[in-house]
C-alpha cells in the first residue's frame, strides 16, 4: 500500500505526496497525469514506481487537478508549480542535497527550483522534457494543432468510444500495446475530469521557463527519445543549450513515456545510475517461494500473463510480485534480474 501524506498549497488546495525507498534522496517533479496509488499498478508507469524506490529515497506528488490531489486547479502556471515542488519538498524533509527528476511540463518547475535553490540540487534529471510551452515555439501550426488537442480531450474524454481518448493517449506511448494504451486511457480517467485536464493542457502550451536555464548550477542530464510526440526532440537541444552544464543523450524510441520492454528504458536505468553516481542496494530480504516460482518464470522468459496462467493467479497479482522481486533485487529490468541470477 502506498503511503500518502497531504499539503496545503499557497491557494488553499491538497497536495497529495509519497516518499518510499531506500538510497540517495530524489525528488521528482509533478508531471501530467499521475495517480499515486493506480501508478504502481500500471504497466506504463510500475516500472518507473519500482526503480526509482528501488535505488532511491524517493519523492514524488500528484499535480494540482490529478490524482489524489484537490481536483481544483486554483492557479495554473509556472509560479504555482514551482511553490508545490517547495512546500512538497519542505514538508516531507527529504536529505538535501537531492537529485531532481522531472518529465514533460514538470521540467519547468524543476529548473525553477534549481535556480533559486542551488545549494539543494545536486543533479538536474530532464527527461522528456521542454521549458518553453507549443505557444512560446514559433511553430503556429504546432500550436493550432495542441489547440485541436484541447477540444477533444475536453468533449471526447467521456465519451464510450475510446477512439477520442486514443487520439490523445497514443501520442505517450505510440509504440504500446492495446493492454497498455487501455491502462493509460484508464489512468487518464481516473486522474482527472475531461475540464480540468483540459486546463491543465492549455496551461503547459502558456507555460514558459527559459530564463531560469542559464541560472542552473548543478549538473543537467537532458535525455530524450528521438521520436517524442509530446516533446520534440529540438526542446531537449534547447535545454541542453541553454543550460550551463547540460548533457544531452538521445534514446532509441518513440515514446514520450518509456516502457519496460524497450531497449531505451535500460539505458534510461543505466545513465541515471551512472549520473547520480548511485548502485543498486543491497538487500538481505529472501526471496519467497512464490517470488521464486515468479523469478523462474522471467528467467524462462515469460510474459507475465504465462507466468499468471502457470500459477494459477491473475496478472495483477504477478505484477505486484515482480515489483516485490525487483526491489529485493535491487535491480529495474527483467534482463537485470536474468543476469543478477545467474552470477555466482
Known amino acids: 500500500m502506498t503511503p500518502v501524506r497531504f499539503i496545503e498549497t499557497h491557494d488553499g488546495l491538497s497536495l497529495a505526496w509519497s516518499r518510499t525507498g531506500k538510497g540517495p534522496p530524489l525528488v521528482k517533479a509533478a508531471a501530467w497525469l499521475t495517480h499515486l496509488e493506480y501508478d504502481a499498478e500500471s504497466p506504463v508507469w510500475s516500472h518507473w514506481v519500482r526503480f526509482l524506490e528501488g535505488h532511491f529515497d524517493y519523492l514524488r506528488y500528484d499535480e494540482r487537478g490529478c490524482g489524489l490531489s484537490d ?7 509556472l509560479t504555482s ?109 481516473r486522474a482527472t475530469s475531461p475540464e480540468i485536464g483540459a486546463e491543465l493542457l492549455a496551461a503547459r502550451g502558456d507555460m514558459d521557463a527559459t530564463a531560469a536555464l542559464r541560472n542552473v548550477e548543478c549538473p543537467t542530464l537532458v535525455i530524450h527519445a528521438k521520436g517524442d510526440n509530446i516533446a520534440p526532440l529540438e526542446e531537449a537541444r534547447f535545454l541542453a543549450r541553454s543550460i550551463p552544464s547540460a548533457e544531452l543523450v538521445v534514446l ?9 520492454q524497450e531497449p531505451a528504458w535500460e539505458a534510461f536505468c543505466t545513465q541515471i545510475l551512472a549520473f547520480v553516481g548511485a548502485s543498486a542496494p543491497e538487500t538481505s530480504n529472501p526471496l519467497t517461494p512464490r517470488e521464486r516460482q515468479v523469478l523462474d518464470g522471467i528467467c ?5 500473463k504465462e507466468i499468471a496462467r502457470d500459477l494459477g493467479v491473475s496478472d495483477k497479482t504477478v505484477r505486484n510480485q515482480i515489483t516485490g522481486i525487483f526491489a529485493k533485487l535491487g535491480v529495474s529490468t527483467r534482463q537485470e534480474a536474468i543476469l543478477k541470477m545467474q552470477r555466482p
Open 71 to 77: 481536483r481544483k486547479t486554483g492557479a495554473l502556471n
Open 300 to 304: 524462462a522468459a515469460k510474459s507475465n
Open 252 to 260: 532509441p524510441s518513440n515514446n514520450h513515456i518509456l516502457q519496460e
Open 81 to 189: 508549480w514551482t511553490n508545490d515542488l517547495e512546500r512538497v519538498i519542505d514538508a516531507a524533509k527529504i536529505p538535501k542535497p537531492f537529485a531532481l527528476l522531472a518529465m514533460s511540463q514538470g521540467t519547468g518547475a524543476a529548473v525553477e527550483y534549481a535556480a533559486r535553490h542551488p545549494e539543494d540540487v545536486s543533479h538536474l534529471i530532464l527527461c522528456g522534457g521542454y521549458a518553453r510551452g507549443v505557444n512560446h515555439r514559433n511553430n503556429p501550426e504546432a500550436a493550432k494543432f495542441y489547440a485541436a488537442i484541447i477540444d477533444v480531450f475536453r468533449m471526447g474524454w467521456d465519451s464510450s468510444n475510446p477512439t477520442f481518448r486514443e487520439v490523445f493517449t497514443k501520442r505517450f506511448i505510440p509504440d504500446g500495446n492495446p493492454e497498455k494504451v487501455q491502462w493509460f486511457n484508464d489512468l487518464c480517467g
